[in-house]
């Protein structure tokens, strides 16, 4: 009889025993799930970070910054800052980044540069230490990711320099430049068709080579001079209210184009 109470009493505490550790194993795998879950939601993880972002930061001097930032999966990254006015001024560097410990911020390898927060398709420029930006301009200092193709559309040529391009003159079609995914290009310049080659670089640099038109004459042949000559020297691109702008070395506008879908 009292060696039949000890073994009930044995088992009784064993079984107390094993549920306090099963709810207590259950307990710890669930912290460990919740904290694995926090780690994971965060900018680094879960967002499509990679990428190129502009925007037009605000200037104390000027009357804005065009401000491009291409960060890399690698780590690395790119900043082109142009100084907006009557005499643009532009600046690149390169460097790479590191997160911080909660995934959301970029901290570039420049020191005197501000960190940046990676949000949904968007970069924003934080001060030195790391906060938000506030006031009215708040959102001026939001970059907005690029996710415009160069390939894919066909590119309406709509103005030179800011000067609407009088189609009635161009009585052969309207201009066009489209870009293939084998880098090269062709298009129609008013009166002739032309084909050639093209370059991107980080920061959205775009440069065009190998350039060869048709040689018929036309009674208009400015539009098509014009045409030639802002390939030439166009060196970069940027895209506007779904406008495809290029620009020269010294970020002027050159010429916008616009889908023709």
């Known amino acids: 009889m009292k060696k039949t109470l000890i073994n009930s009493l044995f088992a009784a505490v064993l079984v107390m025993s094993t549920a306090c550790n099963s709810g207590s194993k259950k307990d710890n795998q669930a912290a460990e799930a919740s904290e694995t ?3 994971a939601d965060n900018s680094r993880t879960s967002l499509d970070w990679e990428g190129t972002y502009e925007g037009v930061v605000p200037c104390a001097d000027c009357e804005g910054i065009k401000t491009v930032v291409t960060i890399n999966d690698d780590n690395t990254y790119m900043v082109k800052e ?8 532009t600046f690149e560097s390169k460097g ?5 410990d909660e995934g959301q911020r970029l901290v570039l390898s420049d020191s005197k540069r501000n960190p940046y927060f990676v949000g949904e398709n968007t970069l924003t420029l934080l001060d030195a230490e790391g906060n938000r930006p506030t006031g009215e301009l708040k959102s001026n200092y939001v970059l907005k990711k690029v996710t415009d193709q160069l390939v894919g559309e066909k590119w309406h040529l709509v103005s030179f320099r800011g000067d609407k391009i009088q189609l009635k003159e161009v009585k052969g079609g309207h201009p066009f430049v489209q870009f293939s995914d084998d880098f090269t290009l062709h298009g129609y310049t008013g009166c002739n068709d032309l084909q050639g080659g093209y370059e991107v670089g980080d920061a959205l640099k775009l440069k065009f080579s190998n350039l060869i038109n048709t040689l018929k004459s036309c009674p208009e042949m400015e539009t098509e001079n014009q045409f030639i000559k802002i390939m030439t020297a166009t060196r970069s691109y940027a ?4 406008a495809l702008v290029m620009y020269d070395e010294n970020h002027l506008k050159l010429a916008t184009f616009k889908a023709a879908n």
Do not use: C, N, V
């Not at 142009?82 to 001024?89: F, H, Q, V």
């Not at 790479?96 to 911080?100: I, S, V």
């Open 82 to 89: 142009t100084y907006l006015g009557a005499e643009p001024r």
């Open 37 to 39: 879950e926090a780690m």
């Open 96 to 100: 790479t980044f590191k997160w911080d």
């Open 239 to 242: 895209f506007e209210d779904r």
